[in-house]
């Protein structure tokens, strides 16, 4: 597999026409502080360059690069687009823009970086950098934008599954409060009848079995009688008719 970088292009460091010899040393004091990682002190230098001679291109190249070096990516990106726009060589033109996205790639600003990879290849179709960095930045949005459809789609189904649990918990309360309320008329309605058998003369289902029971009692004694007047029969004599 290929392995994915964000290459810059090199920096522009050997700057052998300097204007003047002021300018000259603040660059060459900046490239120094470049070369040994030390951006911000490169930043600074090569301002003071640019305070001396603000269309002094080289500077305001390394500065843009520096910016870079530093995260400043956004102020890296406009370094790098203002020297695209009065540049008439098309090869230093590629170089800019080609860093420009590089700028704007780190910035997360993915469709800005591959619009200015395009315009790096417009003008130098062989950079092989520019269309590897723009094949990447491609497939960053590709997978970002599958990424956000299928969140968007999550997000959907988590709703709906919210409110169909939501709506299953308002129809088991609407089923509890329908079997309490019938509950209650059932139990109602029993009183009622109980009542109303009570007053035509009826009664109730307690009181008739406790009325059986106490006829099962009663014919209980009797027959106990009964058999005790039996057996005291059968011990009299009678007397014969011979």
């Not at 597999?1 to 000259?24: C, D, G, N, Y």
């Not at 502080?33 to 603000?54: C, D, I, P, T």
């Not at 800005?112 to 790096?120: L, R, V």
């Not at 009622?192 to 009570?198: G, K, L, V």
């Amino acid at each position: 597999m290929k392995r994915i970088l964000i290459l810059l292009a090199v920096l522009t460091l050997s700057l052998p026409s300097l204007p003047q010899a002021t300018e000259r040393k603040y660059v060459r004091k900046g490239n120094k502080e470049y070369e040994n990682k030390k951006y911000e002190q490169a930043e600074v230098l090569y301002r003071k360059a640019l305070e001396k001679n603000s269309s002094f291109r080289k500077a305001e190249y390394n500065l843009g690069s520096a910016l870079y070096k530093q995260n400043k990516n956004a102020a890296a990106a406009s370094k790098f687009k203002g020297l695209t726009e009065n540049e008439k060589d098309r090869i230093e033109k590629s170089k800019y823009y080609y860093n420009m996205g590089n700028a704007l790639f780190k910035d997360n600003k993915i469709n800005e970086s591959i619009e200015a990879y395009k315009n790096a290849l417009r003008n130098n179709p062989y950079d092989e950098d520019a269309k590897h960095n723009l094949q990447l930045a491609l497939r960053m949005k590709d997978r970002g934008g599958n990424s956000n459809s299928q969140q968007n789609q999550q997000n959907k189904e988590d709703q709906q599954n919210q409110q169909n649990q939501q709506n299953q918990q308002n129809q088991d309360k609407q089923n509890q409060s329908q079997n309490n309320r019938q509950n209650q008329q059932d139990k109602q309605t029993e009183q009622q009848q109980n009542q109303s058998q009570t007053k035509h003369g009826q009664i109730s289902k307690e009181d008739a079995e406790r009325l059986l029971q106490a006829l099962e009692n009663d014919e209980k004694r009797v027959l106990q009688k009964v058999k005790e007047k039996e057996s005291q029969i059968r011990k009299v004599q009678v007397d014969k008719d011979w």
